[in-house]
């Protein structure tokens, strides 16, 4: 039986004691929380978020630790698997085993554990594209309320490096960075559980997970399935460049300024003339550009190869016009596989992507 499905046989501490409705984020939430990802904070006691991994960190003390959530708006029946498509979510305690999860009103994400301070790390996991994720009701949503503690327990300081990263990392694309189907075959991992979209997909183990994991970055990782610049997807989502200012409709992007922007658009538009492609890309660059003043931004060609000439020659344009902090990475020859790689296809790319970034973009040579 998963961790998750175990009674908890102790009574639960909430950590919320807040209930101002509608507060600022910073006052929303108790210190020790660090939220990373694309979160809705502005509403007391409540973390909403429509992009997998996004992710919280906390560090407690006790031996025994649970997830609260909001599930009112999600929904099991989807067309594409009427069996049922809740989100999931994954976490670890410490530097234990990851375990998963469908998301339910509580999940227990830790029990018997030793006497003494623990630190865990919860992600979102994987969500069904399909389901309504930018138009509220947001079918396709993590709502989290909180982490319950045993009676005794407590919610710790954070780490300092929580609070300001040595690096940081915001990805944008499609389904593609999102993690979609990069557990293509995989039928879930609690007994009962049929196939569904959220286990296939695992943002975790997407090529953008694994490489900021590689570079020990804390990111963001923003995809919406189907999408391109111009190009409407699933889940009701704009493209890219109606929704960058925006983490689901009408609520605008927060002040998160991060070091490096990876952007990996241009798969869903492939069969765009050049010409007509590369002043969206102009304009996407320059739209993230007002965004992250400071931030290096990095123009991935798409690994298919898609917009390739377009993309580069947007990058030129930026250089040209006084913008050294942007950067094209060539990525021909790194993966032949299928549109969406699998796992083990996602860790060779992040394998090579950490690598031109050190080299090419976090090298102390390429600061500029």
């Known amino acids: 039986m998963s961790l998750n499905m175990r009674r908890a046989r102790f009574p639960v501490i909430p950590l919320l004691l807040l209930t101002s409705t509608v507060l600022q984020a910073a006052a929303t939430w108790p210190a020790g929380y660090r939220f990373f990802g694309r979160w809705d904070l502005r509403a007391a006691g409540r973390a909403v978020t429509v992009n997998s991994g996004s992710y919280v960190l906390a560090r407690f003390s006790g031996t025994s630790l649970r997830a609260t959530f909001d599930v009112s708006v999600n929904q099991a029946h989807c067309v594409c698997t009427p069996k049922g498509s809740f989100p999931t979510i994954a976490w670890r305690i410490d530097e234990g085993k990851w375990e998963e999860a469908?998301?339910?009103?509580?999940?227990?994400?830790?029990?018997?554990?030793?006497?003494?301070?623990?630190?865990?790390?919860?992600?979102?996991?994987?969500?069904?594209?399909?389901?309504?994720?930018?138009?509220?009701?947001?079918?396709?949503?993590?709502?989290?309320?909180?982490?319950?503690?045993?009676?005794?327990?407590?919610?710790?300081?954070?780490?300092?490096?929580?609070?300001?990263?040595?690096?940081?990392?915001?990805?944008?694309?499609?389904?593609?960075?999102?993690?979609?189907?990069?557990?293509?075959?995989?039928?879930?991992?609690?007994?009962?559980?049929?196939?569904?979209?959220?286990?296939?997909?695992?943002?975790?183990?997407?090529?953008?997970?694994?490489?900021?994991?590689?570079?020990?970055?804390?990111?963001?990782?923003?995809?919406?399935?189907?999408?391109?610049?111009?190009?409407?997807?699933?889940?009701?989502?704009?493209?890219?460049?109606?929704?960058?200012?925006?983490?689901?409709?009408?609520?605008?992007?927060?002040?998160?300024?991060?070091?490096?922007?990876?952007?990996?658009?241009?798969?869903?538009?492939?069969?765009?003339?050049?010409?007509?492609?590369?002043?969206?890309?102009?304009?996407?660059?320059?739209?993230?550009?007002?965004?992250?003043?400071?931030?290096?931004?990095?123009?991935?060609?798409?690994?298919?190869?898609?917009?390739?000439?377009?993309i580069q020659a947007a990058v030129k344009a930026c250089n040209a016009a006084g913008d050294s902090n942007v950067h094209y990475i060539n990525t021909t020859g790194w993966y032949s596989g299928p549109l969406h790689p699998n796992i083990a296809g996602s860790a060779a790319l992040a394998d090579k992507l950490a690598n031109a970034l050190k080299a090419q973009v976090l090298s102390p040579k390429t600061s500029r």
């Open 102 to 310: 469908e998301v339910a009103a509580t999940v227990l994400l830790g029990d018997g554990l030793a006497r003494g301070q623990h630190t865990v790390m919860l992600m979102v996991r994987g969500l069904d594209e399909h389901q309504s994720r930018w138009t509220p009701p947001l079918v396709a949503s993590v709502t989290f309320t909180g982490f319950g503690l045993a009676k005794g327990g407590k919610l710790e300081k954070p780490l300092p490096e929580w609070k300001k990263p040595s690096l940081s990392i915001e990805f944008l694309g499609d389904s593609i960075t999102e993690g979609v189907v990069v557990n293509e075959g995989r039928a879930g991992v609690v007994e009962g559980i049929p196939f569904t979209w959220p286990w296939l997909a695992d943002a975790r183990l997407s090529y953008a997970g694994q490489t900021a994991t590689r570079l020990g970055a804390a990111w963001r990782q923003v995809g919406f399935g189907a999408t391109g610049l111009a190009r409407a997807g699933s889940g009701d989502a704009p493209g890219a460049l109606d929704s960058f200012n925006f983490f689901y409709a009408g609520c605008p992007r927060d002040d998160w300024q991060p070091d490096v922007v990876i952007v990996n658009q241009g798969t869903n538009e492939g069969s765009m003339p050049a010409n007509e492609y590369q002043p969206l890309y102009a304009r996407y660059l320059a739209m993230i550009r007002k965004a992250y003043p400071k931030a290096k931004i990095v123009a991935l060609r798409p690994f298919c190869g898609a917009q390739e000439a377009a």
